[in-house]
């Protein structure tokens, strides 16, 4: 049986977070969401923060694009920054694109003190990105139906990667790339934990999103 610190990196974030991925897509926001329950403004709010987190990603990567770990994953057919601006503009014109969010600082905070070490801007890179191109992509898609969006993509620019035609793919690449960067066990678990926190601040955002978009009680 492969055990997480014999296992090859891609293996260890995948298996060893799985109960975290778990808890994050059974998260309310998440489930309210794929319901059609959370309305336009509430969906910028969702997207607000999340730029918040990738302007933080997308800063870092490019500050430290000569750490070994960050080449393995850094591309900029992945940026998200763009897609969000224009989703905001779509469903919240006028609005700023960042939003009063503490967690999205906490996590930006976490994600840039993550960069001193390449390995751990990786576990932050990988569970934001490897996520938009599973998960996410049938996300996007269902959210097309419960807004009723038509196919020209408006308003959910942020799961399309027009540079990535074939996103498994890609995520078998991603993934060997990582599995050839020289880590020795102790750094890989130290990823792996570092992928376990990154999902626990994403549901701490959709926790925060819950309060800030569910109507106050009475
Ligand atoms: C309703 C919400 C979600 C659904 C339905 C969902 C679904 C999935 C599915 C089906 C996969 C596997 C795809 C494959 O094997 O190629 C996947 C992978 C992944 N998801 Fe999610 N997900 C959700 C939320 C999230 C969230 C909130 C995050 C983190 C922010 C996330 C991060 C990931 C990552 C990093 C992977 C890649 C695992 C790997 O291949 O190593 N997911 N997701």
Redesign the pocket.
Known sequence: MTTLTAAPL?WA??NG?RRE?RA????HF??A??AGRVDGAGYAAYLRRLRTVYASIETAGRANSADPCVVAVLDPALERLDALDADVAFWAPGSATEGDSPVADLYAHRVRESAVWGGLFVAHH???Y??D????Q??GRSLAREFDLDESGKGLAFYAFPQIPRP?RY?EAY?ARLDLLRLDAGARSRIVAE?KH??DL??AL?AELDKAISPAPG
């Not at 191109?133 to 996410?136: F, K, N, T, V």
């Open positions: 891609s974030m995948r977070t991925h994050a897509e059974g998260s998440m489930t969401l794929l990988y569970t934001r490897l996520g191109l599973s998960g996410g049938a996300i498994q995520k993934r992928v990154a999902f994403n549901r959709f």
